[in-house]
């Protein structure tokens, strides 16, 4: 049974630039949480997805944006990047809206220079 | 508004010994709760989780932790810490928003082992 899988691994961008994150849910899993965690703290919540569309957003800009696809894996798409976009950024998946314990991936480690 | 606290920024234990880590939470309801292991460059393993019932939830890798109403907190224990133990540890309560929930963290307690 795969868990959450994130593509890529590492990933080294320039200010201005735009980036494309992926994940796939872990199998049976339906809704997809994306969370942003900077160094030397605990990870933010970006926003959420279900059903293919945005449920909640945390305090993040609209540079921050994302997309389901219809077999439940996600893309988080941050235009316009700045040096502060540097962090992991870590998706969960979990079955259903919640509360419902959500199962991570092992993240992006996106570096904006 | 919901929110985790975790008061110890560091902790360094001795191999063999017992651990606590502690985390208090704000929240109106009662809460759903969990303790997450990230080791360095890993995403979040979940450990344990707290919804309701028994007070004192069992997890993986030994650790357990235990929901005091009364003091707002969900303090993590383990009686016999190992050098596989180190890591960053982090506690975080659900926040539900029209029927969909997001985790709120606190700001995590890094454990050092010490042989």
């Known amino acids: 049974d795969a868990g959450v899988t994130q593509s890529p691994t590492h990933l080294i961008k320039t200010r201005g630039q735009q980036v494309t994150l992926r994940c796939s849910p872990k ?8 969370y942003q965690q900077a160094l030397g703290q605990g990870p933010q919540f970006i926003f959420q997805y279900y059903e293919e569309e945005e449920r909640q957003r945390g ?12 077999n439940y894996s996600s893309e988080l798409n941050v235009n316009a990047l700045l040096l502060g976009d540097s962090a992991l950024y870590l998706c969960a998946s979990s079955l259903g809206t919640g509360p419902y314990e ?12 | 508004a919901q929110s985790v606290t975790q008061p110890d920024i560091h902790i360094t234990v001795s191999e063999g010994a017992s651990l606590e880590l ?3 939470y704000s929240y109106g309801a009662t809460p759903y ?11 979040l393993q979940l450990l344990l989780k707290y919804f309701s019932g028994d007070t004192l939830v069992q997890g993986i890798k030994g650790f357990e932790a235990e929901f005091k109403r009364s003091q707002s907190s969900f303090n993590l224990r383990k009686p016999s810490v190992h050098w596989s133990d ?14 969909f929930q997001k985790l709120v963290f606190g700001t995590g307690t890094r454990l050092l082992v010490s042989p």
């Open chain 2, 33 to 43: 709760l969990f303790w997450y292991v990230q080791s360095p460059g890993q995403g």
């Open chain 2, 22 to 24: 502690r985390c208090n």
């Open chain 2, 86 to 99: 180190a890591a960053e540890y982090f506690c975080a309560v659900v926040k539900m928003n029209t029927g």
């Open chain 1, 27 to 34: 199998s049976g899993h339906d809704t997809v949480s994306w």
């Open chain 1, 102 to 113: 959500q199962y991570f991936g092992p993240g992006t480690r996106l570096t904006v220079t």
């Open chain 1, 59 to 70: 305090n993040f800009p609209d540079r921050f944006s994302g997309h389901q696809f219809p």
